[in-house]
C-alpha cells in the first residue's frame, strides 16, 4: 500500500467522506490497493487527515458497490475481482446506456454537443500523451455527459455503481494494443450520431461501443480464470 502526506480536512463529514471515496476507488481501479489488502481503518485516518466516521462511510459505499468486503472480527479487505459480477455489470451498463443514447439524440443542443467534442478533443490529448488514467477518467465523463442529458439520477446512480465493478478490468483492458484508439473512434461515432439526432443510429453506435468492450474485457477475464485454475490445480 503508498503512503501518502497526511492533510487535514477542515470540510464537513459528508464532503470528507466524498473525497475519501473517491480517491479509495480511483486506488482500487489503479490496483494501488490490490485485490484482498486490508483496509487499515486507523492507518488510513492519519493517511487521509480525517476521523474514522468519514472513512467508515466511504468503506461502506464502496462495499454497496462490490469494491470492498467487510468481515465480520477480521476487517474491510479489497475485493477481488470476481468474473460473474463482471459479466452481471457489463449487461446492465449494456441496457441502461443503449436507451442512454437513444434519448440523448433525442434531446441533442447545442450545449451538449459542444460538451461532447470539447471531451473528444481532450481524449485524443491524452492518448497523443499515453496517459491512461487521464484517458479512462475522460471515457467515464464522456458517458456521464450522455446520462445527464437525458435527466435521469436514479439511471446515473445505478450507472455509476455497476461503473464501479467494471473499472478495474476495464482500466486494465484499456492499454491493450490499438484500444485506446479504438475507444477514441467508438466514442467520436457516438458523439456523430448524437449529433444527427438520429435516436436508433446513436443506439447502434453506443452498442457497437460497448459490445467491443465487453469483447475486450471477456479476452482478459478468459486469461485471468485460466491462470485462477491453474493455481488451484497445483
Do not use: W
Not at 467522506?17 to 492507518?43: F, H, Q, S, T, W
Not at 482500466?171 to 461515432?189: K, M, S
Amino acid at each position: 500500500m503508498s503512503k501518502r502526506t497526511p492533510t487535514r480536512d477542515q470540510g464537513s463529514d459528508h464532503s470528507k467522506a466524498e473525497r475519501v471515496y473517491r480517491d479509495l476507488r480511483r486506488r482500487i481501479r489503479d490496483l494501488d490497493l490490490m485485490p484482498g489488502a486490508r483496509i487499515d481503518k486507523n492507518e488510513m485516518s492519519a493517511e487521509y487527515g480525517v476521523s474514522r466516521a468519514p472513512l467508515s462511510e466511504a468503506t461502506a459505499r464502496l462495499a454497496a458497490e462490490g469494491l470492498v468486503d467487510v468481515i465480520p472480527q477480521s476487517g474491510s479487505f479489497v475485493a477481488a475481482i470476481r468474473p460473474q459480477d463482471i459479466r452481471d455489470s457489463l449487461m446492465i451498463r449494456t441496457g441502461i446506456e443503449i436507451e442512454a443514447a437513444r434519448r440523448a439524440a433525442l434531446v441533442a443542443n447545442d450545449e451538449l454537443i459542444r460538451m461532447l467534442d470539447d471531451n473528444i478533443k481532450q481524449q485524443s490529448v491524452a492518448i497523443h500523451a499515453n496517459d491512461m488514467a487521464k484517458l479512462d477518467d475522460l471515457d467515464e465523463a464522456f458517458h456521464v455527459i450522455i446520462m445527464e442529458a437525458i435527466n435521469s439520477p436514479r439511471a446515473l446512480q445505478l450507472l455509476d455503481s455497476t461503473r464501479a465493478i467494471l473499472d478495474r478490468p476495464r482500466y486494465h483492458a484499456l492499454p491493450i494494443y490499438g484500444r485506446p484508439n479504438d475507444t477514441f473512434a467508438e466514442h467520436q461515432r457516438i458523439c456523430d450520431a448524437i449529433r444527427t439526432r438520429d435516436p436508433e443510429l446513436a443506439a447502434a453506435a453506443m452498442r457497437i461501443h460497448l459490445s467491443m468492450v465487453a469483447k475486450t474485457i471477456e479476452g482478459d477475464l478468459a486469461k485471468f480464470e485460466d491462470d485462477a485454475n491453474k493455481l488451484k490445480s497445483k
